[in-house]
């Protein structure tokens, strides 16, 4: 098969060492696919001398001047129609189908606002998610909504559902991704009323999915299931408690290790084994929270990424091209009868 | 101050080892608490041979026998009349009296829903919540509530707020307890309709209290707050997540070093350093999640609790008693105008 012509847009201007990370990341994403396009969008005064610093770059690179940029502090009402920033720019180079996917570093809720209103909704899907591939203990596994969405109804987590088993599929591979609804007990009777609603319907329906019904988020670790279904509130909860424990532990492990010499001895035998765990459980890996739900591919990379994690996102962004993931996902969306995943609601009550 | 006499009561037939550890746990838990008082119920058959044991509990433990027991796949509505289980006539001690706070490894919705038929929920507190104290970075810090409660207004918010404070000073012996209400933002605009409530109730009325506003479950770890109130569906999905990441770090640690025999020589040396993390970090020191808002403390040990964690569980409890917790809590809850607080509520709209 012939590889297919991708091109990436790129706010250069987003997160907290921008632009220069965001061009050290480029490097090194192109360094893998030599074939990828990227457009840059960005300060031209700032990003050109970066730029400079990669000849490789010259012939896949294009840098567009933006005059403008979104700040962190800036609400998505201020920026959604300001077509002057280096954000709205890159979105509006996925709509003109100059591109396949966008990456940005950049506020979040400005990146959502401006992809939903350029991008628009997939028809039938009612609302986007943000999603993220994760670790667990023997493999890897996606998780939505992360944030999107404070309150969810049913058919809400079922969409979330359908299109996260098309994400674990293409991005991670998986032949029949196994769905879980993120809840506070396994069984039935347990939770909130829109997850045991969500739940009927998914197994009430005729939506091919291989659901393992509710899952509990100590056991997201055991790899139970390939995708974790939540409103975003719960979602986004979940991620960051993840987040921050495993900072407290890594934290507290390198502290103790500090304050001693025998344990820095240790860490010398210890280094190769430790390096096989950090290889796994290395955030910068995870970089890259996708919008799905949109006609055309959003991806926000951490503020605080550093190059490597920014060419994580790149690499995301470019995987799920290659498996065309947008046309599989609207393809498949057009499939589903959401109106009998409605008729199932009323038939629960 | 003449030490009080203080009595608690054990069922013995909870938890997944009882009452094999149980018995283990008391007799630890006595050493270092010499004077304290405990009534035992359980099977009398299976219960005494292992008392005899340990010949010191002679003078401390009385064993009252209980001809039936509470299962984990009972259900609270099948338990809850039912006065001849262990768990029921260890509560009903605690309301009649004769014992200061009850300690149980069984069927936390069967102990929740006793404890309240017999304790009753606090004049003024329309809901009792489930709490635990967990350690941060810097210390200790206490997270409400845990799962009694899967949905609350914004007025619960508040009392969990309020009771969460007064164990904070009981519990950790902190003067002023900052309180925080678990968010997915920190600034005011975000979060569900009934926690962005409850902070402008908390700030408009005279309630005493240091509040510091929404925290992030990521900044928990840095010891920003010492309350962190929740509802019970999100403060389970928060607890849930924090200790499966901390499984499955040690976990993959574990696994690292025994397939390397050069990481199993450097763990011997960094052995000392690492028994200092796991001294602060072992879960088996935070066992004992406390029902609040009754009028007696109900305390739940894990159901999978070793004898040194179901000690660590009476010991919590020994404290609670010594601190005059409930006493403490309820002349507190009696001072407070809850119709202050609904008048701020209807206010903010």
């Known amino acids: 098969m012939a590889e297919k012509n991708i091109v990436i847009s790129v706010d250069a201007m987003g997160g907290d060492k921008s632009p220069k990370i965001v061009i050290e990341g480029i490097a090194l994403a192109a360094k893998t696919n030599p074939e990828v396009k990227f457009i840059i969008f960005g300060d031209s005064a700032k990003v050109s001398p970066l730029l400079q610093k990669f000849p490789e770059l010259q012939n896949t690179c294009e840098l567009r001047h933006a005059s403008e940029m979104v700040h962190n502090e800036d609400k998505p009402s201020q920026v959604i129609r300001n077509r002057n920033t280096?954000?709205?720019?890159?979105?509006?180079?996925?709509?003109?189908?100059e591109a396949q996917a966008v990456v940005s570093a950049g506020n979040t809720g400005a990146l959502m606002a401006i992809s939903k209103l350029n991008l628009k909704t997939i028809n039938k899907i009612h609302r986007p998610a943000i999603v993220s591939i994760m670790p667990h203990l023997y493999g890897r596994y996606v998780m939505l909504d992360l944030g999107a969405n404070t309150e969810c109804d049913a058919v809400n987590l079922c969409e979330f559902a359908f299109m996260g088993k098309i994400l674990a599929h293409r991005a991670l591979g998986i032949e029949k991704p196994r769905v879980a609804l993120l809840n506070i007990g396994a069984e039935e009777m347990k939770g909130r009323e829109e997850i045991k609603q969500a739940a009927q319907m998914i197994k009430s329906s005729h939506i091919n999915m291989d659901f393992v019904g509710?899952?509990?988020?100590?056991?997201?670790?055991?790899?139970?299931?390939?995708?974790?279904?939540?409103?975003?509130?719960?979602?986004?909860?979940a991620l960051k408690s993840i987040e921050g424990t495993a900072k407290q532990l890594v934290h507290m492990f390198k502290d103790a290790i500090k304050k001693s010499l025998l344990a820095k001895l240790g860490l010398?035998?210890?280094?190769?084994?430790?390096?096989?765990?950090?290889?796994?459980?290395?955030?910068?890996?995870?970089?890259?929270?996708?919008?799905?739900?949109?006609?055309?591919?959003?991806?926000?990379?951490?503020?605080?990424?550093?190059?490597?994690?920014?060419?994580?996102?790149?690499?995301n962004a470019v995987h799920l091209v290659r498996q065309d993931f947008i046309p599989t996902i609207r393809q498949e969306v057009e499939n589903i009868d959401f109106d009998e995943l409605q008729a199932v609601m009323y038939d629960v009550y």
Chains 1, 2 share one sequence.
């Not at 509990?216 to 055991?222: K, L, W």
């Open 86 to 97: 280096s954000m709205f720019m890159a979105i509006d180079a996925v709509k003109r189908g």
């Open 214 to 237: 509710f899952i509990e988020p100590h056991d997201i670790q055991n790899g139970l299931a390939d995708v974790i279904v939540a409103d975003g509130f719960t979602g986004n909860i």
């Open 268 to 315: 010398l035998f210890m280094f190769p084994a430790l390096r096989k765990v950090k290889k796994i459980m290395d955030p910068r890996l995870y970089n890259g929270a996708m919008f799905i739900g949109l006609n055309g591919l959003s991806i926000k990379s951490h503020g605080g990424a550093d190059a490597f994690s920014f060419s994580k996102s790149i690499e």
